[in-house]
């Protein structure tokens, strides 16, 4: 059975990303599993930690990001780009210690969202070049953009509105067929 490493770009209980984050997963096609990667603890990337052995927390995302099919993100922008300890989570996993390659020729589905008007654009296109580079097969448009996201979400985290829940639905149809 597929299987997607769904990663949210911010920590905070109340995330808007991880409401659509798990909007997204509940809208998977049938048969395809998701679970979502938790780098809370993922230490700041540095090469001479990397030189005593992978940390435990990088070993283990490291671990679910070489089993998966596939990726999900949904992520805030920060300044106009990714997230830094998003960033720094990518960083660690494009580290290489066999050899392998988390991203490499996988499908990757990206989202995002924000109260203010620019939708994660800037984000979402820093994103997309990071994970070019490594290999990540990035989804084509039409993408999930979701300005204002304060009010498409009610208190349960379901989409209350129905562009962004078909746009949302359209993308994981899209990552669905790409991991099937
Ligand atoms: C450090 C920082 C930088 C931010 N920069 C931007 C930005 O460049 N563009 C934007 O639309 N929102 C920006 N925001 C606002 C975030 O979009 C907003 O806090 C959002 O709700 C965070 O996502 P979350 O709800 O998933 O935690 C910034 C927030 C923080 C904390």
């Not at 679910?64 to 720094?88: C, D, H, R, V």
Request: contains cysteine.
């Amino acid at each position: 059975m597929p299987r997607i490493l769904a990663l949210c770009g911010s920590l905070r209980a109340a995330s808007l990303n991880r409401r659509l984050l798990r909007a997204g997963i509940a809208m998977l096609p049938a048969g395809v599993e998701a679970e979502i990667a938790d780098w809370r603890d993922l230490p700041v990337y540095d090469e001479d930690l990397e030189a005593q052995g992978m940390p435990a927390p990088v070993a283990a995302l490291r671990a679910q990001a070489m089993a998966a099919q596939g990726f999900l993100f949904a992520t805030p922008e920060y300044n106009w780009s990714i997230p830094g300890g998003l960033k720094n989570a990518i960083d660690w996993l494009s580290r290489k210690p066999d050899g392998t390659q988390p991203f490499a020729g996988k499908p990757v589905a990206l989202m995002g969202a924000t109260p203010g008007p620019g939708g994660t654009v800037n984000a979402q296109s820093h994103l997309r070049q990071v994970l070019y580079l490594l290999g990540g097969q990035v989804l084509p448009p039409p993408g999930v953009f979701v300005q204002g996201a304060g009010g498409r979400f009610d208190d349960a985290g379901a989409i209350t509105d129905e562009p962004t829940r078909k746009a949302v639905e359209t993308l994981m149809a899209a990552l669905g067929k790409a991991v099937a």
